[in-house]
């Protein structure tokens, strides 16, 4: 079946830090990859895609590159804003169905 | 992306009565459409999947005469929740899906308490 493994959290960053959170997943067939971000009390945004092996998907200055040989979707940006304070899901979407990861909830400090 | 809207934003109601809650898909044809529970701190666990004009599909573990889905049309889907109970308090988010497109968009979320 499909899961998703992502970096637990909580993370906190100072402002302007790098920052990277892990996610793996495992399916079967070529999957779709996405991150998504909820910000507090409100729903999930898409953040950034990639639908085949060693696309890169980004967005306001977040990255993540479709690896296979890895089973691999990393999130990272190079310098992180107060404004990045949300919970992170990595997710998949394979055959119709999408499976999410547990979210990483990442804090940045001024 | 898509804009997907949800109303009410919040609702507080008693215990024993149900809640109605809309998902509207205000520029997009949605095909498919899914409910999602959110309890705190934690992921987002489906409820069912909807495709318009057909009976939903409940995931193992929800009451469908519980949770009632209606996707009447590609851009509208209501869940009612039946005779709600305290423990049935959590955050609901709808989210809609075009044909042919991988990626779901998701509407703000409905908060509801049951007193």
């Known amino acids: 079946g499909n899961s998703v493994t992502q970096m637990e959290g909580p993370v906190t960053l100072s402002e302007e830090a790098f920052l990277t959170i892990n996610c793996t997943y495992t399916?079967?067939?070529?999957?779709?990859l996405f991150w998504y971000v909820q910000y507090p009390g409100e729903g999930l945004q898409l953040l950034l895609k990639?639908?085949?092996?060693?696309d890169k998907g980004s967005n306001k200055g977040f990255e993540a590159t479709y690896r296979k040989e890895t089973t691999s979707f990393h999130l990272e940006k190079g310098s992180v804003q107060v404004s990045d304070s949300a919970v992170y899901f990595c997710?998949?979407?394979?055959?119709?169905?999408?499976?999410f990861g547990d979210g990483t909830t990442l804090t940045v400090k001024p | 992306g898509a804009v997907v809207s949800q109303h009410p934003s919040r609702v507080i109601c008693k215990s024993g009565t149900s809640v109605k809650i809309e998902c509207r898909s205000l520029d997009f044809q949605a095909t498919t459409m899914f409910w999602y529970r959110q309890f705190p701190k934690q992921s987002l666990m489906l409820m069912a999947t909807s495709n318009e004009g057909s009976k939903a599909t409940y995931e193992q573990g929800v009451e469908k005469d519980k949770f009632l889905i209606n996707h009447a049309s590609l851009t509208l889907s209501t869940l009612t929740v039946t005779s709600a109970h305290p423990e049935d308090s959590s955050f609901y988010i709808c989210?809609?899906?075009?044909?042919?497109?991988?990626?779901?968009?998701f509407g703000p979320g409905t908060r509801l308490t049951v007193t």
């Open positions: 997710a998949l979407g394979n055959a119709g169905k999408s499976t």
């Open positions: 990639a639908t085949k092996a060693d």
């Open positions: 399916a079967t067939g070529y999957p779709s």
């Open positions: 989210s809609v899906r075009g044909e042919a497109l991988p990626e779901q968009y």
